[in-house]
């Protein structure tokens, strides 16, 4: 470890400020120099899985594919999520209801398609028509290895065949059409073809220039697609999971050569083959193995690199893959190895716990874990590395990395990446209390840093000795490259061969866009990312100082000199102007930072002229302030007085009289100079002008609106319960108390006394107008001053807890107090520092400072919450549930769309054990008719439509209780709960109309209506609805005749229509297993009350049932086994008879 043995394990490793008691460090032991490469994590995708809801234990990702694009998720409920790379975006959801996803495979070379297969044994390949803006479908599918279980999955490099394998070891391909292949491709069906049957099972597939690679259990094979010719790689076989890949070589002087193949051995051993499948060589990995394994660099947990050699490894790598550049990946349960097979070299391996799966794209892996959890990492040198952790100010995370590989850092190439000035900095911010030791071992880091001349003049020595040259006037080498020569840097790559000069040119472009990839900031970062506001602009700052000096492409080609001047002249001309549009951006950025102080001092002066006019209107009329505020306070306390008698508070009448006395003093001290002119005044004091009131009170709709989303043509005309369009009726429909007679907008809502008020006046002024406002609200008749018009014109005056309380309860019958109150408080709170968090967009950063200011109270806390709620819609309103019990239901719906509502109330349910999630959810339910409520909504959204689970006459179709319901957890405790008899005679009704019959059966169980679940069951033809610890099982005679005869009936109408649509839900049924029939129901009577009981029921029922001979050798064994269970009873009575008559003897 790192850290001292006395070190607290949980202190935060991306940090470098520790308040703590000084500790001892040990010192960072190095890295050999031969390891200059790391593997890091950098973004964390736990909140991608939280928000896909993937982090359940039902729901679980279960395999994935990566491309330049896309990162493709596989899941157990069926569904392929498609997330766009940049930005971590879900753009699409694909469902499959034949099963859950075992494999999925991007196209290399057309981004618009993607395969997958399920558990059934189906292969599809789906076209996305992004580029058209279609919805995706299905181009193709093949039920060729139904029943099996596809183990491997690849694409043709240069046509639209995908080639699976599965357990059985067949091997088949099936072409996709599309539109893009021409007219009328798309009405083409291409037949399934099998390409071979191997001996075992297929354990991985390959493709590349028209052979296939096909490894089993037993050995590899190849084929060539084309000619159908087959050969074996090798002749000694093996005994277990061991991958195969082509290793394509096109780089450098090996372009045009035809690639090798690599096959997986016993022992840590690899073949090396020609492309006709000719062993050249093996490479022992065993013994090079013995060293000791890198650290992975992860803001997760501490780096940990022990230098003590490790004993040589014997493995067996199940899969291979090429990755990078010209590299050879493999991993096991535990850890990752990377080798280059062409100097038979260990390139690095580390240790990564409990991998399932990994899926890797140029030099990015994507690893799946047996716990559901994706990690990212990128392998890169450690001088990048350091660099990117300095962005992330991850201070103590990247002094480790430099401790540890020193000759990369301190090497002349990296000051490109790491200068000097950045470690400097570094160093000053690690604690000289909490890291000393570390301290030390940087500055000793630091005094070996080469120069970076050194590095040109290593580059000048090395193009004197292979490359002749000579200066221009300007300055400027003219180089003419000797052919066949290599400069030693060059040798030195991490492949160990040359790399020509357009590679060169794509590595730098590559290492730009990654460069704006990491400035622009992801949707999901981990904790310790989160930096101040100002740190991007540091970045910028010192990106665009070294962008001259180390990021202009002047590559060495022998070029004339008007050329060559022209070039440079281009480049520097390039980055000069995005230099100057930089420096415009951050200075607008301090412009804007600096707004709120301008704003605060607008506001200042606003007040302070509102106060100066107030007071020479008053001198006018000859008013004295004192005066008018002592006879508020004499009216105060006659008010409290009067309501302190249990006569005056416990009677309206007297109550009301009591408070609007008060109310006539308190509208001439304290209410607005002039009402006409009030919202005009009042505006100013929000330092925005007449523009921001009349964005807010004439527009309240146009603010925030959402992105325009994609949608059926069905849904477009029918807007969603309490969506946008319905919070904007609401804000236009208020009462009469809030907008004037004339049509005018509601006056602004004043959240700052006119006037000071003395502290002991303030206490009795909130508990008075506090209660008005109830007394108002919860009143059905006018009042003089409404309770909405009196929250915005004294809200300074109210208790905003009670406030809030009090537009909950009355929420549904005046939602115009809800948004009011809102307004009141985004005012109030708009000067907050989490405001200028928020308004970055940076999610995760604003909840976290949402989590410190929860102990602020809930008004404060649920508008800072309706801001997240603007910017990021549901992403945001699913974290809400950390909130609880602050932040309730009741508030979250007020704010929410009934569609954003649900994803919250299911996470706040599932974050509960499971044993106290029908309880709490019970406790949630204030009033009771919320459940009737959130069981329809739970039953509209993400459900299966009404035509798959219902048949137009209202009966059940056949298996539709299989359908997935995205909020099935949430629906099943809904039915659970304790409720009356009406209550759930009305729930029934409506599992039955949306045709949730998991749901019916449970409740008809509990209604005892036991006959129409019968009837039900067998509409839905699956015995398992009686055999399950759930389901309704008969238990007297008399039920299990009604239920032979509704089968009886069932099965004679379904015989006489003969209907088969050719759907996969219906072919092959009569086969199958499962369904329920006279004769599967005989079957089970007679496993409980024996086969002649069930055969006299048969006939009492009147059905002729010809029994098949696995019946009866049944019915034959349950005789035999009862006649044996009688024989057993009556000889164990007998011996405990004897038993008893000789005790008594």
């Not at 107008?769 to 008749?781: D, K, P």
Request: net charge negative; with cysteine; glycine share 4%.
């Amino acid at each position: 470890m790192i850290v001292a043995r006395g070190s607290h394990p949980h202190t935060n490793y991306n940090s470098g400020v520790d308040v703590r008691s000084p500790v001892t460090m040990p010192s960072i032991p190095a890295v050999p120099e031969n390891h200059s490469l790391v593997l890091a994590e950098f973004d964390c995708l736990d909140p991608l899985l939280s928000a896909l809801r993937l982090d359940s234990g039902r729901l679980k990702c279960t395999c994935l594919a990566v491309s330049r694009k896309w990162l493709a998720l596989g899941t157990s409920a069926g569904g392929l999520h498609l997330i766009q790379k940049e930005g971590w975006k879900q753009r699409l959801i694909l469902t499959h209801k034949e099963g859950s996803i075992t494999q999925v495979a991007c196209c290399p070379h057309d981004e618009d398609f993607i395969a997958v297969t399920t558990s059934q044994g189906l292969v599809v390949v789906w076209e996305l028509q992004l580029e058209r803006r279609g919805r995706p479908e299905r181009v193709s599918f093949s039920w060729e290895h139904r029943g099996q279980n596809i183990t491997s999955l690849c694409w043709d490099t240069s046509s639209l065949r995908v080639f699976a394998g599965d357990s059985g070891g067949k091997v088949s391909y099936l072409r996709a059409g599309s539109s893009k292949l021409g007219k009328g491709s798309t009405f083409v069906i291409f037949p399934v073809q099998t390409v071979t049957t191997v001996d075992s099972r297929v354990v991985q597939l390959g493709y590349q220039d028209g052979r296939l690679l096909v490894s089993s259990l037993s050995r590899c094979y190849l084929c060539d697609t084309e000619k159908e010719k087959f050969w074996r790689v090798g002749n000694k076989e093996r005994d277990g999971e061991y991958g195969a890949c082509f290793f394509p070589q096109n780089r450098g002087l090996l372009v045009g050569q035809p690639p090798l193949l690599y096959c997986a051995r016993p022992g840590s051993r690899i073949w090396e083959a020609s492309f006709t499948g000719e062993v050249l060589s093996t490479h022992q990995f065993k013994q090079l193995l013995a060293c000791p394994p890198l650290p992975l660099i992860t803001y997760r947990n501490e780096p940990n690199y022990n230098p003590a050699q490790k004993s040589p490894q014997s493995l067996a790598f199940p899969k291979l893959l090429y990755f990078g550049d010209q590299n050879l990946l493999t991993w096991t349960d535990s850890a990752v190895y990377i080798f280059t097979p062409q100097n038979g070299q260990v390139l690095l391996w580390t240790e990564v716990k409990d991998l399932v799966d990994v899926a890797v794209h140029r030099s990015e892996l994507f690893c799946l874990h047996g716990s559901g959890r994706l990690s990212h990492l990128s392998l890169l040198p450690a001088e990048r590395c350091v660099e990117r952790l300095l962005r992330r100010e991850s201070w103590t995370l990247a002094a480790a990395v430099c401790c540890m590989f020193q000759h990369a850092v301190a090497s002349s190439r990296a000051r490109k990446c790491v200068p000097l000035d950045r470690l400097e900095h570094l160093k000053a911010q690690l604690s000289s209390r909490t890291h000393p030791e570390l301290i030390n071992q940087l500055e000793e880091v630091m005094a070996k840093l080469e120069p970076l001349d050194s590095a040109s003049s290593s580059r000048r020595s090395s193009i004197s000795s292979h490359e002749s040259f000579n200066v221009l006037d300007c300055g400027i080498y003219r180089v003419i490259s000797r052919r066949g020569s290599q400069s030693d840097e060059e040798t030195s790559s991490l492949v160990n061969h040359s790399t020509s000069e357009e590679e060169r040119l794509k590595e730098f472009s590559f290492m730009q866009e990654e460069d704006q990839v990491d400035h622009a900031g992801l949707n999901f970062l981990p904790a310790s990312d989160f930096t101040d506001p100002q740190s991007s602009e540091r970045v910028e700052a010192d990106r665009s100082e070294q962008g001259l000096q180390f990021h202009l492409p002047l590559s060495f080609r022998p070029k004339p000199p008007r050329i060559a001047l022209q070039a440079v002249k281009d480049s520097v001309s390039s980055f000069v102007k995005k230099t100057t549009e930089k420096i415009n951006t951050l200075q607008m950025n301090s412009e804007l930072r600096q707004q709120p102080e301008y704003k605060e001092c607008r506001q200042m002066d606003a007040v302070s002229n509102v106060t100066l006019y107030s007071e020479e209107t008053e001198n006018e009329e000859v008013s004295n302030p004192e005066a008018d505020m002592q006879e508020l306070r004499t009216a105060t306390e006659k008010a409290v007085s009067q309501i302190q008698d249990p006569l005056v508070l416990l009677e309206p009448v007297c109550l009301r009289e009591a408070l609007l006395e008060w109310l006539v003093v308190l509208e001439r001290v304290l209410g607005p100079a002039d009402l006409g002119s009030a919202p005009a005044a009042d505006s100013n004091l929000d330092g925005s002008g007449e523009d921001r009131w009349e964005q807010d009170y004439l527009h309240p709709c146009s603010d925030h609106q959402e992105p325009a989303e994609v949608v059926p043509e069905e849904t477009k005309d029918a807007p969603e319960p309490g969506g946008k369009q319905v919070q904007c009726e609401n804000k236009r429909t208020t009462d009469s108390d809030t907008v004037a007679p004339c049509g005018n907008p509601p006056e602004p809502v004043r959240v700052v006394s006119p006037t000071p008020i003395p502290s002991d006046l303030s206490a009795d002024l909130t508990e008075l107008a506090s209660l008005y406002t109830e007394m108002s609200c919860f009143r059905n008749q006018k009042e003089v001053l409404g309770c909405s018009a009196f929250l915005r014109r004294y809200f300074f005056l109210l208790d905003q807890e009670r406030v809030r309380r009090m537009c909950l309860l009355c929420h549904r019958v005046q939602p115009d107090m809800m948004s009011s109150f809102i307004e009141a408080m985004l005012e109030l709170t708009q000067s907050s520092k989490v405001v200028e968090i928020i308004q970055k967009g940076d999610l995760l950063k604003s909840l976290r400072s949402l989590r410190e200011l929860q102990a602020w109270g809930a008004p404060h806390l649920l508008v800072h919450l309706h801001r997240l709620y603007e910017k990021h819609g549901e992403a945001a309103v699913r974290s809400f549930s950390q909130f609880y019990p602050t932040i309730t239901p009741a508030d979250v719906i007020t704010m929410a769309q009934q569609s954003h509502f649900l994803p919250y109330l299911d996470n706040l349910v599932q974050s509960r054990a499971e044993e106290h999630r029908l309880s709490f959810l019970q406790s949630l339910l204030e009033p009771e008719s919320l459940r009737q409520d959130w069981l329809e909504l739970a039953l509209t959204h993400d459900a299966p439509k009404n035509c798959d689970t219902l048949t137009p006459d209202g009966q059940p179709r056949w298996h539709s209780h299989c359908f997935s319901w995205g909020y099935g957890r949430l629906l099943s405790l809904l039915i659970r709960l304790p409720a009356d008899f009406s209550s759930k005679e009305k729930m029934c009704e409506t599992c039955r109309s949306h045709g949730y019959w998991t749901g019916y059966l449970y409740l008809c169980k509990e209604l005892q209506r036991r006959t129409e679940a019968f009837s039900s069951i067998c509409e839905l033809d699956d015995i398992s609805l009686l055999e399950e610890p759930d389901g309704v099982e008969p238990q007297t005679l008399d039920e299990w005749k009604a239920l032979i005869q509704l089968s009886h009936h069932h099965c004679s109408v379904a015989e006489s229509q003969q209907v088969t649509n050719g759907s996969s839900l219906t072919n092959g049924s009569a086969e199958r297993e499962g369904k329920i029939s006279p004769e599967s129901l005989s079957l089970m009577l007679a496993r409980s009350a024996g086969p002649d009981r069930a055969l006299a029921v048969l006939e009492e029922c009147g059905v002729q049932l010809a029994l098949s001979p696995q019946s009866e050798l049944v019915c034959e064994l349950l005789r035999v086994a009862e006649k044996r269970q009688r024989a057993i009873i009556q000889t164990m009575l007998e011996r405990c008879d004897r038993f008893l008559w000789s005790q008594h003897a």
